[in-house]
């Protein structure tokens, strides 16, 4: 046997004794954001990363940007564990790692186990420890766990994806590409949005200045298999690519989970490029801003910042920063034009995301200087007009409100309507069929709530009518699930507003006058809290209206809004 086969042996060997030592150990089924982690420390596009952050490093990334040894790194990437099961780990520990479905990915070798303070990671990672002002502080504080485990990572296998597997190109595989081709200049372009005209004209001036070849690298990961908006977004871009000219560019899916942290996302992305074989990176003005792609002229960010900080850093890392220069359509032109070239009297088109998304809806024309006809297919194709959409009306309101009242008299008027599929999701048959293991605490009622928001998202999906009528006193679970449903069609949420006394009056279950003698706790109103929903697109107070008044409120509204004709 030859030095190389013994030493395949000997690795193999040390995998499965791996695997049989870990089955003696804890295992965490990692969520989706951990899951696009992994695989990047597994397939060395973190590099030098060679596991989760340990302590000292963590607290070096917060403060200076680098590794307790001195690399760059903007970013921290820690593995998080809830505090029972951070009290069962203990340093030295193998602990295994797996997907979704069990399935044993590595094995971790427990370095530190600390609680990390969040507000401090907050303020420097992101410039803000303010929730409501930054979508990447609340999911670090909602949806990241309180504990972090760091360690070094023995990898068994990648996560298994089914989907565009042509274009999963580990790093790895694009050294191989870049070399077989000798492409000695590559230049890379992040994203997560539709591109369109404008985009391509971007993209080949950043290439023209690099004289590069193009490497367009989505980031991809985040969503479940069957999200629609995941397969609508790569077979956009594959219609993209095709307009470039043969051998110009090259389709590459990463699956990055993006944190959202302006000059440090920019940062940090700007070095896993390096880790692909990149020698340049396109860097927008407000790069890694968590409003980048709002209509509104508001960013969180200082515009450049990021351009600003991938230059100060770019000979250190290894990778040229150039910076994309945004595009307008000049009709008396008729062509694209750097915006920052457009003279007085010029006439500037422009359509928004947002104004794209209502022509979509409304199934309006899209002009063929803004997007191509093989882009603008595929998006019809997969968000048709509200008609035909599906929609979820979510009511929201204390017990004898009237919410069931008013989802009944809404169920008997769509099926008469006879357009689409109708689902009653009342908080006492969802309680009954769904959670019935569920008690009354604040976890489950959370928890209560965004089953029935799953659910209800699958209706929508498949364009029918999910009627919601919970009492979903917190805006956190009601909140996620408005962003859930949101990607599959229409979100109406109704804020059943009626008094607590009139609510009270109608107890027929007698629930308010046993909560007000001491007999039950936790309901909602008495002993515990109603959160009313900040901006509800419909607010409804029975007490004012009968059923079918408000029962007509929404309909109206409905028909305002295209749903319904």
């Known amino acids: 046997m030859n030095e190389y086969a013994e030493s395949l042996l000997v690795h193999f060997r040390r995998i499965e004794n791996l695997k049989e030592t870990a089955l003696g150990y804890q295992s965490i089924n990692l969520n989706s954001r951990q899951l696009c982690d992994l695989e990047l420390l597994l397939n060395r596009a973190f590099y030098p990363l060679t596991g989760y952050l340990n302590q000292d490093d963590y607290e070096s990334v917060l403060d200076n940007m680098r590794l307790g ?12 564990v809830n505090e029972k099961m951070a009290g069962d780990l203990s340093e030295g520990q193998h602990f295994a790692l797996r997907d979704q479905e069990g399935f044993m990915l590595a094995v971790l070798t427990v370095e530190n186990i600390w609680k990390p303070d969040k507000q401090r990671e907050a303020v420097c990672v992101y410039g803000t420890d303010d929730p409501e002002k ?30 565009f597997r042509e274009l999963r190109l580990a790093p790895a595989q694009t050294h191989r590409l870049f070399s077989e081709n000798g492409w000695r200049n590559v230049i890379a372009y992040h994203t997560d949005k539709y591109l369109h005209r404008a985009d391509r004209e971007m993209i080949m001036a950043a290439a023209r200045e690099a004289g590069a070849h193009i490497i367009l690298q989505p980031a991809v990961g985040l969503r479940y298999p069957g999200d629609l908006d995941h397969f609508t977004h790569i077979c956009c871009y594959k219609e993209f690519v095709n307009k470039f ?74 990778v040229k920063m150039i910076p994309l220069k945004e595009m307008v359509y000049v009709e008396d032109k008729a062509q694209y034009v750097a915006k920052d070239e457009v003279l007085p009297g010029m006439s500037v088109k422009h359509i928004s995301p947002a104004e794209l998304k209502r022509r979509l809806e409304n199934g309006l024309d899209i002009p063929e200087w803004f997007s191509y006809p093989e882009v603008l297919a595929e998006l019809r194709r997969a968000y048709p007009s509200r008609t035909q959409q599906g929609f979820t009306i979510f009511m929201t309101g204390l017990s ?30 969802v309680r009954r069929n769904l959670s019935s293991e569920l008690d009354f605490s604040r976890e489950h009622r959370n928890l209560n709530i965004i089953r029935i928001g799953f659910v209800a998202s699958e209706i929508t ?105």
């Open 69 to 80: 040894n001195g690399s760059v790194w903007p970013v921290p990437v820690c593995l998080d």
């Open 134 to 163: 930054h979508p990447g502080v609340q999911k670090l504080y909602e949806e990241t766990e309180s504990w972090y485990v760091g360690g070094t990572l023995e990898g068994l296998h990648l996560p298994v994806h089914y989907d």
């Open 245 to 318: 000219s043969k051998n110009m560019i090259t389709l590459a899916l990463i699956p990055l989970a993006t944190r959202s942290a302006g000059p440090r996302e920019a940062l940090w992305q700007a070095v896993i490029r390096k880790n692909y074989g990149c020698t340049h990176f396109m860097v927008e003005a407000d790069h890694g801003d968590p409003f980048e792609n709002n209509d509104s002229e508001h960013r969180f960010y200082p515009r450049h910042k990021a351009q600003e900080l991938v230059r100060e850093f770019e000979e250190e890392i290894g």
């Open 400 to 429: 004898g409100s009237g919410k069931s009242t008013l989802a009944k008299v809404l169920v008997v008027k769509f099926m008469e309507m006879r357009g689409r599929p109708v689902t009653l999701l009342d908080g006492d048959i």
């Open 461 to 565: 999906k498949n364009g029918g009518i999910a009627i919601c009528a919970p009492i979903a006193p917190y805006e956190e679970p009601r909140r996620q699930n408005r962003e859930l449903i949101s990607r599959y069609g229409g979100y109406i949420e109704v804020y059943v507003s009626t008094p607590l006394e009139v609510c009270e009056q109608r107890d027929r279950k007698g629930l308010y006058a046993k909560a007000r003698a001491g007999k039950v706790k936790g309901v909602t109103g008495i002993s515990d809290p109603y959160i009313p929903p900040a901006n509800p697109e419909i607010t409804i107070d029975t007490s004012k209206v009968s059923p079918e008044e408000a029962a007509q409120e929404v309909i109206l509204y409905l028909a305002e809004e295209g749903y319904i004709s």
